[in-house]
């Protein structure tokens, strides 16, 4: 499957982004779908999950309240909308895609594809 982010881009502290996700290729509802991202010199983190059919999402305590995860399998996207935005949200956001039958993974080597990444920049 193909994964292309868009949505990326500056904005001040405390304001709110949402980014999307475009796949095609393969049949995307066969998917569970995550967000990660990374900033500079640190590894790649997860923050948000969500199941095939978007009734199950999960979210690290860093991002849960502020983040939200959701999909529209008719559009064959998948959304990060992120509000009240800390400069330590700063990093590149990733999408990916998980084939496997079972609970939202994760660690990023559990992922089977992932897009090329969007920039998120959060000034102070």
């Known amino acids: 499957v193909y994964l292309r982010e868009s949505g990326g881009g500056l904005v001040q502290a405390g304001g709110s982004l949402r980014l999307s996700c475009a796949a095609s290729?393969?049949?995307?509802?066969?998917?569970?779908m995550g967000w990660f991202r990374q900033a500079p010199g640190k590894e790649r983190e997860f923050v948000a999950g969500i199941s095939r059919s978007g009734d199950t999402t999960e979210y690290p305590d860093t991002v849960k309240g502020r983040f939200t995860i959701s999909r529209d399998n008719t559009k064959n996207t998948v959304y990060l909308q992120m509000n009240s935005l800390k400069p330590e949200d700063t990093a590149v956001y990733y999408c990916a895609a998980d084939r496997f039958y079972g609970p939202l993974r994760t660690i990023p080597g559990s992922y089977d594809y992932w897009g090329q990444g969007t920039q998120v920049t959060v000034s102070s």
């Open positions: 290729g393969r049949t995307f509802s066969d998917y569970a």
